[in-house]
Protein backbone atom coordinates (compact mmCIF):
# COMPACT_ATOMS: atom_id res chain seq x y z
CA UNK A 1 0.00 0.00 0.00
CA UNK A 2 2.66 2.44 0.49
CA UNK A 3 4.60 1.62 -2.47
CA UNK A 4 1.33 2.27 -4.28
CA UNK A 5 0.37 5.66 -2.53
CA UNK A 6 3.96 6.56 -3.95
CA UNK A 7 3.06 5.64 -7.37
CA UNK A 8 0.32 7.90 -7.00
CA UNK A 9 2.02 10.80 -5.09
CA UNK A 10 5.04 10.95 -8.20
CA UNK A 11 2.13 10.83 -10.58
CA UNK A 12 0.31 13.43 -9.29
CA UNK A 13 3.86 15.24 -8.91
CA UNK A 14 4.56 14.19 -13.15
CA UNK A 15 1.71 16.01 -13.79
CA UNK A 16 2.15 19.59 -12.37
CA UNK A 17 6.08 19.28 -13.10
CA UNK A 18 6.22 17.72 -16.60
CA UNK A 19 2.09 17.88 -17.66
CA UNK A 20 1.09 16.68 -21.04
CA UNK A 21 1.62 17.77 -24.64
CA UNK A 22 -1.63 18.66 -26.73
CA UNK A 23 -1.06 20.40 -30.17
CA UNK A 24 -4.74 22.18 -30.02
CA UNK A 25 -4.68 25.96 -29.64
CA UNK A 26 -8.18 26.40 -28.61
CA UNK A 27 -8.24 23.88 -26.14
CA UNK A 28 -5.03 24.82 -25.11
CA UNK A 29 -6.82 28.24 -24.58
CA UNK A 30 -10.05 26.93 -23.02
CA UNK A 31 -8.64 24.57 -20.23
CA UNK A 32 -6.58 27.98 -19.14
CA UNK A 33 -9.17 29.05 -17.52
CA UNK A 34 -9.84 26.57 -15.31
CA UNK A 35 -7.95 27.01 -11.64
CA UNK A 36 -5.28 24.30 -11.28
CA UNK A 37 -4.38 24.18 -14.72
CA UNK A 38 -1.16 26.16 -16.65
CA UNK A 39 -0.78 26.20 -20.07
CA UNK A 40 3.21 26.47 -20.70
CA UNK A 41 3.57 26.69 -24.61
CA UNK A 42 2.00 23.10 -25.88
CA UNK A 43 2.14 21.62 -22.42
CA UNK A 44 -1.05 21.21 -19.72
CA UNK A 45 0.11 21.09 -16.08
CA UNK A 46 -2.35 19.80 -13.49
CA UNK A 47 -2.19 21.13 -9.82
CA UNK A 48 -2.13 17.65 -7.45
CA UNK A 49 -5.26 19.19 -5.56
CA UNK A 50 -6.98 19.61 -8.80
CA UNK A 51 -6.46 16.05 -9.76
CA UNK A 52 -7.71 14.77 -6.50
CA UNK A 53 -10.79 16.77 -6.90
CA UNK A 54 -11.59 14.44 -10.07
CA UNK A 55 -11.37 11.29 -8.44
CA UNK A 56 -14.61 10.68 -7.14
CA UNK A 57 -15.68 11.27 -10.80
CA UNK A 58 -13.61 9.11 -12.13
CA UNK A 59 -14.56 5.99 -9.55
CA UNK A 60 -18.17 7.15 -10.34
CA UNK A 61 -18.18 6.81 -14.01
CA UNK A 62 -15.82 3.85 -14.04
CA UNK A 63 -18.55 1.39 -12.52
CA UNK A 64 -19.69 1.31 -16.31
CA UNK A 65 -16.24 1.18 -17.68
CA UNK A 66 -14.74 -1.53 -15.85
CA UNK A 67 -16.79 -4.44 -17.39
CA UNK A 68 -16.46 -6.08 -14.23
CA UNK A 69 -19.99 -5.83 -12.09
CA UNK A 70 -19.39 -6.61 -8.40
CA UNK A 71 -20.58 -9.61 -6.93
CA UNK A 72 -20.86 -11.50 -10.76
CA UNK A 73 -19.96 -14.71 -10.79
CA UNK A 74 -20.03 -16.09 -14.45
CA UNK A 75 -17.35 -15.22 -16.44
CA UNK A 76 -18.01 -12.83 -19.89
CA UNK A 77 -16.86 -12.70 -22.99
CA UNK A 78 -15.96 -9.45 -25.39
CA UNK A 79 -14.73 -10.29 -29.02
CA UNK A 80 -11.82 -9.42 -29.97
CA UNK A 81 -10.86 -5.87 -31.81
CA UNK A 82 -11.50 -5.12 -35.12
CA UNK A 83 -9.29 -7.76 -36.56
CA UNK A 84 -7.50 -6.36 -39.67
CA UNK A 85 -7.17 -10.66 -40.73
CA UNK A 86 -9.00 -13.26 -40.35
CA UNK A 87 -7.88 -17.46 -39.96
CA UNK A 88 -10.14 -18.59 -43.25
CA UNK A 89 -11.76 -22.11 -41.68
CA UNK A 90 -11.72 -23.97 -45.16
CA UNK A 91 -8.17 -22.97 -46.32
CA UNK A 92 -6.11 -22.82 -42.79
CA UNK A 93 -4.63 -19.44 -44.61
CA UNK A 94 -4.41 -16.03 -42.83
CA UNK A 95 -5.75 -13.20 -45.09
CA UNK A 96 -7.32 -10.19 -44.95
CA UNK A 97 -10.86 -9.68 -43.52
CA UNK A 98 -14.09 -9.02 -45.31
CA UNK A 99 -17.34 -8.01 -45.15
CA UNK A 100 -18.49 -11.70 -45.02
CA UNK A 101 -16.26 -12.68 -42.47
CA UNK A 102 -17.09 -9.66 -40.22
CA UNK A 103 -21.09 -10.63 -40.59
CA UNK A 104 -20.27 -14.84 -39.69
CA UNK A 105 -18.14 -13.66 -36.81
CA UNK A 106 -20.78 -11.05 -35.35
CA UNK A 107 -23.14 -13.83 -35.43
CA UNK A 108 -20.30 -16.74 -33.72
CA UNK A 109 -20.13 -14.14 -31.24
CA UNK A 110 -23.44 -12.99 -30.76
CA UNK A 111 -23.86 -16.96 -29.78
CA UNK A 112 -21.97 -16.34 -26.94
CA UNK A 113 -23.87 -13.74 -25.44
CA UNK A 114 -20.94 -11.53 -26.27
CA UNK A 115 -21.09 -7.21 -26.13
CA UNK A 116 -19.54 -4.20 -26.71
CA UNK A 117 -16.48 -3.86 -29.62
CA UNK A 118 -17.02 -5.28 -33.40
CA UNK A 119 -14.85 -7.96 -34.03
CA UNK A 120 -13.30 -7.78 -37.44
CA UNK A 121 -12.52 -4.96 -39.52
CA UNK A 122 -13.72 -5.47 -43.14
CA UNK A 123 -10.98 -4.49 -45.89
CA UNK A 124 -12.96 -5.00 -49.02
CA UNK A 125 -15.16 -1.44 -48.07
CA UNK A 126 -13.84 1.59 -48.97
CA UNK A 127 -11.64 2.95 -46.17
CA UNK A 128 -14.14 5.99 -45.77
CA UNK A 129 -17.36 4.51 -45.04
CA UNK A 130 -15.58 1.42 -43.41
CA UNK A 131 -16.78 1.88 -39.51
CA UNK A 132 -20.29 2.15 -40.51
CA UNK A 133 -20.48 -0.38 -42.74
CA UNK A 134 -19.20 -2.55 -40.09
CA UNK A 135 -21.21 -1.07 -37.50
CA UNK A 136 -24.45 -1.99 -40.07
CA UNK A 137 -23.16 -5.40 -40.04
CA UNK A 138 -23.17 -5.85 -36.32
CA UNK A 139 -26.29 -3.79 -36.00
CA UNK A 140 -28.17 -6.00 -37.84
CA UNK A 141 -26.47 -9.54 -37.21
CA UNK A 142 -26.38 -9.16 -33.15
CA UNK A 143 -27.79 -8.09 -29.99
CA UNK A 144 -25.34 -5.87 -28.26
CA UNK A 145 -21.88 -6.10 -30.39
CA UNK A 146 -21.10 -2.37 -31.83
CA UNK A 147 -20.43 -0.01 -29.15
CA UNK A 148 -17.18 1.71 -28.39
CA UNK A 149 -16.17 2.09 -31.93
CA UNK A 150 -13.14 3.81 -32.84
CA UNK A 151 -13.32 7.36 -35.10
CA UNK A 152 -11.50 7.78 -38.52
CA UNK A 153 -9.22 10.67 -37.57
CA UNK A 154 -9.37 12.61 -40.72
CA UNK A 155 -11.73 15.67 -42.19
CA UNK A 156 -15.14 13.68 -41.60
CA UNK A 157 -14.48 12.37 -38.10
CA UNK A 158 -17.42 14.61 -36.49
CA UNK A 159 -19.79 13.37 -39.28
CA UNK A 160 -18.64 10.25 -38.92
CA UNK A 161 -18.97 10.22 -34.92
CA UNK A 162 -22.47 11.75 -35.81
CA UNK A 163 -23.40 8.88 -38.28
CA UNK A 164 -22.79 6.15 -35.46
CA UNK A 165 -24.67 8.00 -33.03
CA UNK A 166 -27.87 8.15 -35.41
CA UNK A 167 -27.76 4.33 -36.25
CA UNK A 168 -27.04 2.92 -33.16
CA UNK A 169 -30.13 5.18 -31.89
CA UNK A 170 -32.47 3.70 -34.21
CA UNK A 171 -32.01 0.12 -33.70
CA UNK A 172 -32.35 0.89 -29.95
CA UNK A 173 -28.57 0.55 -28.38
CA UNK A 174 -27.46 2.04 -25.53
CA UNK A 175 -24.21 4.17 -25.45
CA UNK A 176 -21.25 4.56 -25.35
CA UNK A 177 -21.40 3.92 -29.37
CA UNK A 178 -18.03 5.60 -30.10
CA UNK A 179 -14.66 5.25 -27.90
CA UNK A 180 -11.83 8.01 -27.71
CA UNK A 181 -8.53 6.38 -26.61
CA UNK A 182 -6.80 9.50 -25.96
CA UNK A 183 -3.01 9.05 -24.11
CA UNK A 184 -0.20 8.80 -26.42
CA UNK A 185 3.21 7.84 -24.65
CA UNK A 186 5.05 9.19 -23.37
CA UNK A 187 2.77 11.89 -21.67
CA UNK A 188 0.66 13.05 -24.59
CA UNK A 189 -2.98 13.73 -25.43
CA UNK A 190 -4.46 12.77 -29.03
CA UNK A 191 -5.20 15.87 -30.36
CA UNK A 192 -7.91 15.01 -33.28
CA UNK A 193 -9.81 12.69 -30.73
CA UNK A 194 -10.17 15.54 -28.26
CA UNK A 195 -11.16 18.13 -31.07
CA UNK A 196 -14.19 15.76 -32.00
CA UNK A 197 -15.74 16.56 -28.26
CA UNK A 198 -14.38 20.26 -28.26
CA UNK A 199 -16.82 20.40 -31.91
CA UNK A 200 -19.50 18.68 -30.75
CA UNK A 201 -19.79 20.64 -27.42
CA UNK A 202 -20.10 24.13 -29.45
CA UNK A 203 -22.19 22.33 -32.28
CA UNK A 204 -23.87 19.30 -31.54
CA UNK A 205 -24.12 18.63 -27.70
CA UNK A 206 -26.67 15.74 -27.94
CA UNK A 207 -24.02 13.44 -29.71
CA UNK A 208 -21.18 14.08 -26.78
CA UNK A 209 -23.89 11.37 -24.62
CA UNK A 210 -22.81 8.51 -26.63
CA UNK A 211 -18.79 9.25 -26.73
CA UNK A 212 -16.72 7.76 -23.96
CA UNK A 213 -13.36 9.66 -23.49
CA UNK A 214 -10.10 8.87 -21.67
CA UNK A 215 -7.54 6.36 -21.11
CA UNK A 216 -6.89 3.37 -22.30
CA UNK A 217 -3.47 4.05 -21.66
CA UNK A 218 -0.86 1.58 -22.89
CA UNK A 219 2.75 2.80 -22.80
CA UNK A 220 5.52 0.04 -24.35
CA UNK A 221 7.88 -0.39 -21.13
CA UNK A 222 11.53 0.51 -22.51
CA UNK A 223 10.26 2.21 -25.88
CA UNK A 224 7.57 4.75 -24.78
CA UNK A 225 7.84 4.43 -20.90
CA UNK A 226 10.51 3.46 -18.60
CA UNK A 227 11.52 -0.22 -18.12
CA UNK A 228 11.91 -0.33 -14.67
CA UNK A 229 9.27 -0.22 -11.72
CA UNK A 230 8.03 2.23 -10.31
CA UNK A 231 8.56 5.01 -12.94
CA UNK A 232 6.84 2.84 -15.88
CA UNK A 233 3.66 2.67 -13.59
CA UNK A 234 3.99 5.98 -12.59
CA UNK A 235 3.86 7.05 -16.19
CA UNK A 236 0.86 4.89 -16.97
CA UNK A 237 -1.18 6.10 -14.25
CA UNK A 238 -0.44 10.02 -14.96
CA UNK A 239 -1.71 9.37 -18.34
CA UNK A 240 -4.51 7.79 -17.48
CA UNK A 241 -5.68 10.63 -15.61
CA UNK A 242 -4.76 13.49 -18.00
CA UNK A 243 -6.96 11.68 -20.30
CA UNK A 244 -9.81 11.41 -18.09
CA UNK A 245 -9.76 14.91 -16.64
CA UNK A 246 -9.07 16.72 -20.04
CA UNK A 247 -12.19 15.72 -21.91
CA UNK A 248 -14.41 16.99 -18.78
CA UNK A 249 -12.56 20.01 -18.91
CA UNK A 250 -14.00 20.62 -22.38
CA UNK A 251 -17.72 19.29 -21.59
CA UNK A 252 -18.06 18.43 -18.03
CA UNK A 253 -20.98 16.24 -20.01
CA UNK A 254 -18.64 14.24 -21.86
CA UNK A 255 -18.45 10.35 -20.53
CA UNK A 256 -15.06 9.41 -19.51
CA UNK A 257 -13.61 6.12 -18.57
CA UNK A 258 -9.81 5.76 -17.18
CA UNK A 259 -7.34 2.84 -17.04
CA UNK A 260 -4.09 1.68 -18.03
CA UNK A 261 -2.16 -1.63 -19.02
CA UNK A 262 0.90 -2.31 -20.49
CA UNK A 263 2.14 -4.15 -23.36
CA UNK A 264 6.39 -4.85 -23.60
CA UNK A 265 7.99 -3.80 -26.34
CA UNK A 266 10.64 -7.04 -27.89
CA UNK A 267 13.93 -5.74 -28.60
CA UNK A 268 14.43 -8.52 -31.02
CA UNK A 269 11.33 -7.88 -33.02
CA UNK A 270 10.82 -4.27 -32.19
CA UNK A 271 7.04 -5.10 -31.84
CA UNK A 272 4.46 -4.95 -28.84
CA UNK A 273 4.22 -8.41 -26.72
CA UNK A 274 1.35 -9.74 -24.91
CA UNK A 275 0.51 -13.19 -23.17
CA UNK A 276 4.24 -12.88 -21.96
CA UNK A 277 5.28 -13.38 -18.23
CA UNK A 278 6.07 -9.78 -18.00
CA UNK A 279 3.00 -8.51 -19.79
CA UNK A 280 0.87 -10.36 -17.01
CA UNK A 281 3.01 -8.87 -14.43
CA UNK A 282 2.35 -5.63 -15.63
CA UNK A 283 -1.18 -6.12 -15.88
CA UNK A 284 -1.38 -7.22 -12.28
CA UNK A 285 0.69 -4.19 -11.00
CA UNK A 286 -1.56 -1.93 -13.23
CA UNK A 287 -5.24 -3.71 -11.40
CA UNK A 288 -3.34 -3.22 -7.94
CA UNK A 289 -3.13 0.38 -8.59
CA UNK A 290 -6.31 0.97 -10.09
CA UNK A 291 -8.16 -1.29 -7.41
CA UNK A 292 -6.15 1.34 -4.95
CA UNK A 293 -6.58 4.54 -6.71
CA UNK A 294 -10.20 4.36 -8.63
CA UNK A 295 -11.76 1.75 -6.28
CA UNK A 296 -12.50 -1.07 -9.35
CA UNK A 297 -11.29 -4.25 -10.69
CA UNK A 298 -10.12 -4.23 -14.15
CA UNK A 299 -11.63 -7.15 -16.69
CA UNK A 300 -8.82 -10.01 -17.94
CA UNK A 301 -7.76 -11.09 -21.41
CA UNK A 302 -6.78 -13.46 -23.93
CA UNK A 303 -4.60 -11.08 -25.83
CA UNK A 304 -1.28 -13.29 -27.23
CA UNK A 305 1.46 -12.74 -29.69
CA UNK A 306 0.40 -16.58 -30.64
CA UNK A 307 -0.12 -16.40 -34.69
CA UNK A 308 -2.28 -19.43 -34.88
CA UNK A 309 -4.57 -21.65 -32.67
CA UNK A 310 -1.43 -23.92 -31.17
CA UNK A 311 0.85 -24.47 -28.34
CA UNK A 312 2.07 -20.98 -27.51
CA UNK A 313 -1.35 -19.60 -28.19
CA UNK A 314 -2.69 -21.73 -25.31
CA UNK A 315 -0.49 -20.99 -23.11
CA UNK A 316 -0.24 -17.98 -23.42
CA UNK A 317 -4.38 -17.61 -23.31
CA UNK A 318 -4.48 -20.17 -20.34
CA UNK A 319 -1.78 -18.22 -18.21
CA UNK A 320 -3.37 -14.91 -18.83
CA UNK A 321 -6.65 -15.90 -18.22
CA UNK A 322 -5.87 -17.81 -14.64
CA UNK A 323 -3.54 -15.49 -13.53
CA UNK A 324 -6.27 -12.79 -13.98
CA UNK A 325 -9.41 -14.71 -12.81
CA UNK A 326 -7.21 -15.41 -9.59
CA UNK A 327 -7.07 -11.98 -8.81
CA UNK A 328 -10.84 -11.13 -9.56
CA UNK A 329 -11.28 -10.81 -13.49
CA UNK A 330 -15.07 -11.86 -14.55
CA UNK A 331 -15.43 -10.50 -18.05
CA UNK A 332 -12.55 -11.45 -20.56
CA UNK A 333 -11.57 -9.26 -23.67
CA UNK A 334 -10.24 -9.86 -26.97
CA UNK A 335 -11.99 -13.48 -27.79
CA UNK A 336 -10.81 -15.28 -30.79
CA UNK A 337 -7.77 -12.71 -30.85
CA UNK A 338 -4.19 -13.22 -32.45
CA UNK A 339 -0.97 -11.94 -33.41
CA UNK A 340 -2.09 -8.88 -30.24
CA UNK A 341 -5.38 -8.15 -32.57
CA UNK A 342 -4.08 -8.57 -35.77
CA UNK A 343 -6.39 -12.00 -36.76
CA UNK A 344 -9.47 -12.98 -36.02
CA UNK A 345 -10.16 -17.03 -35.43
CA UNK A 346 -13.34 -18.48 -35.63
CA UNK A 347 -12.38 -21.41 -33.62
CA UNK A 348 -9.97 -19.56 -31.33
CA UNK A 349 -13.44 -18.04 -30.14
CA UNK A 350 -14.73 -21.99 -29.65
CA UNK A 351 -10.96 -22.95 -27.75
CA UNK A 352 -11.39 -19.47 -25.19
CA UNK A 353 -14.83 -20.56 -24.14
CA UNK A 354 -13.48 -24.05 -23.24
CA UNK A 355 -10.12 -22.01 -21.47
CA UNK A 356 -12.57 -19.75 -19.83
CA UNK A 357 -14.79 -22.94 -18.66
CA UNK A 358 -11.65 -24.74 -17.45
CA UNK A 359 -10.91 -21.46 -15.36
CA UNK A 360 -14.03 -20.80 -14.01
CA UNK A 361 -14.68 -24.14 -12.89
CA UNK A 362 -11.26 -23.65 -11.25
CA UNK A 363 -12.39 -20.78 -9.88
CA UNK A 364 -15.56 -22.34 -8.31
CA UNK A 365 -13.73 -24.38 -5.56
CA UNK A 366 -15.68 -27.74 -4.22
CA UNK A 367 -18.53 -27.63 -1.81
CA UNK A 368 -17.30 -28.49 1.87
CA UNK A 369 -20.43 -30.65 3.06
CA UNK A 370 -20.64 -29.94 6.94
CA UNK A 371 -23.41 -33.03 7.66
CA UNK A 372 -21.94 -34.33 10.21
CA UNK A 373 -21.59 -38.12 10.11
CA UNK A 374 -22.57 -37.93 6.23
CA UNK A 375 -18.99 -39.04 5.22
CA UNK A 376 -19.13 -42.42 7.41
CA UNK A 377 -22.39 -43.21 6.14
CA UNK A 378 -21.86 -42.46 2.37
CA UNK A 379 -18.36 -45.33 3.08
CA UNK A 380 -20.06 -47.22 4.61
CA UNK A 381 -23.02 -47.49 2.27
CA UNK A 382 -20.72 -47.72 -0.96
CA UNK A 383 -18.35 -51.01 0.19
CA UNK A 384 -21.49 -53.23 1.03
CA UNK A 385 -22.11 -52.23 -3.06
CA UNK A 386 -20.92 -54.30 -5.82
CA UNK A 387 -20.51 -50.77 -7.87
CA UNK A 388 -19.16 -49.53 -4.83
CA UNK A 389 -19.32 -45.32 -5.41
CA UNK A 390 -20.67 -45.52 -9.05
CA UNK A 391 -24.20 -45.84 -8.50
CA UNK A 392 -24.18 -44.17 -5.08
CA UNK A 393 -27.10 -41.23 -4.87
CA UNK A 394 -24.04 -38.52 -4.53
CA UNK A 395 -22.40 -39.47 -7.79
CA UNK A 396 -25.23 -39.45 -9.49
CA UNK A 397 -25.26 -36.19 -9.08
CA UNK A 398 -21.77 -35.54 -10.65
CA UNK A 399 -22.55 -33.22 -12.93
CA UNK A 400 -22.83 -30.43 -10.39
CA UNK A 401 -19.34 -32.03 -9.02
CA UNK A 402 -17.06 -32.27 -12.60
CA UNK A 403 -16.87 -30.33 -15.39
CA UNK A 404 -17.98 -31.52 -18.72
CA UNK A 405 -15.48 -30.25 -21.33
CA UNK A 406 -16.61 -29.85 -24.70
CA UNK A 407 -13.05 -29.94 -26.10
CA UNK A 408 -10.71 -30.99 -23.53
CA UNK A 409 -12.15 -34.53 -23.55
CA UNK A 410 -11.20 -36.97 -20.95
CA UNK A 411 -11.34 -40.05 -23.44
CA UNK A 412 -9.02 -42.62 -23.24
CA UNK A 413 -6.60 -43.46 -26.17
CA UNK A 414 -8.65 -46.50 -27.38
CA UNK A 415 -11.99 -44.23 -26.78
CA UNK A 416 -9.91 -41.31 -29.35
CA UNK A 417 -9.00 -44.15 -31.45
CA UNK A 418 -12.19 -45.34 -32.13
CA UNK A 419 -13.82 -41.73 -32.36
CA UNK A 420 -11.58 -41.13 -35.66
CA UNK A 421 -8.55 -39.38 -33.60
CA UNK A 422 -10.55 -36.11 -33.47
CA UNK A 423 -8.12 -33.04 -32.97
CA UNK A 424 -9.26 -29.91 -31.03
CA UNK A 425 -9.03 -27.55 -33.83
CA UNK A 426 -11.33 -29.61 -36.56
CA UNK A 427 -13.85 -30.31 -33.01
CA UNK A 428 -13.75 -26.46 -32.64
CA UNK A 429 -14.14 -25.48 -36.75
CA UNK A 430 -17.16 -27.92 -36.35
CA UNK A 431 -18.60 -26.30 -33.28
CA UNK A 432 -18.45 -22.60 -35.07
CA UNK A 433 -19.99 -23.50 -38.04
CA UNK A 434 -22.49 -25.25 -36.20
CA UNK A 435 -23.12 -22.05 -34.12
CA UNK A 436 -23.28 -19.58 -37.10
CA UNK A 437 -25.12 -21.84 -39.08
CA UNK A 438 -27.95 -22.37 -35.97
CA UNK A 439 -27.42 -18.57 -35.65
CA UNK A 440 -30.67 -16.14 -36.00
CA UNK A 441 -31.40 -12.09 -35.68
CA UNK A 442 -33.52 -10.22 -37.33
CA UNK A 443 -33.87 -6.42 -36.92
CA UNK A 444 -37.70 -5.46 -36.98
CA UNK A 445 -38.51 -4.23 -40.26
CA UNK A 446 -39.17 -0.85 -39.41
CA UNK A 447 -35.87 -0.57 -37.51
CA UNK A 448 -34.16 -2.29 -40.87
CA UNK A 449 -35.56 0.60 -43.01
CA UNK A 450 -34.47 3.25 -41.04
CA UNK A 451 -30.98 1.62 -40.61
CA UNK A 452 -31.16 1.30 -44.19
CA UNK A 453 -32.09 5.10 -45.15
CA UNK A 454 -29.33 6.56 -42.97
CA UNK A 455 -26.60 3.89 -43.95
CA UNK A 456 -27.06 5.50 -47.29
CA UNK A 457 -27.39 9.17 -46.09
CA UNK A 458 -23.78 8.69 -44.15
CA UNK A 459 -22.45 6.58 -47.23
CA UNK A 460 -23.37 9.83 -49.21
CA UNK A 461 -22.24 12.13 -46.43
CA UNK A 462 -18.67 10.93 -45.88
CA UNK A 463 -17.41 10.29 -49.27
Same mark, same amino acid.
Given at each position: ?? +???????????????????????????????????????????? &???????? /???????????????? !????????????????????????????????????????????????? $??? @?????? /?????????????????? !??????????????????????????????? $???? /???????????????????????????? !? /???????????????????????? @????????????? &???????????????????? &???????????????????? @???????????????????????????????????????????????????????????????????????? !?????????? +??????? &????????????????????????????? +????????? @?????????????????????????????????????????????????
Amino acid at each position: KE +EINQIYEEALQVLETVGVELNHQEILKLVSRYKGISVRGKRIHY &KPWLVEEF /IPKIRKENLEYQQNKP !GQENFTMIPSFLCLNVLDMDTGQIRKANSEDLKQAVKLCDCYDMETVIP $VHP @QDTPAK /ICQITALKIALENSRNIG !GWMPVTMDETKEKETEYIYRMNKIVGRKPPY $VALE /IPISPLKLDAPALDIVFRLSKKKKDFIS !G /IAVGGGAIPMPGATAPIFLPALLV @QGLAEALAATITP &KLINEEVPIYCSFGYFPFDM &KYTSPVAGSPETILFHLMSR @QVTKVVFGYTKGGNLTVKGKLPNIQTGAEKMANVLVDALDGARVFASVGALSLDEIFSFEQVVIDKEILDYV !GRLIKGMEFK +EEKGLSI &KTIKEAISSSNAYLDHPSTLDHRKVFWMP +ELFRHSSLA @QWESEGLPTIIKEAKRTARKLIANHHFELEKSKQRELDEMYRYACEGLQ
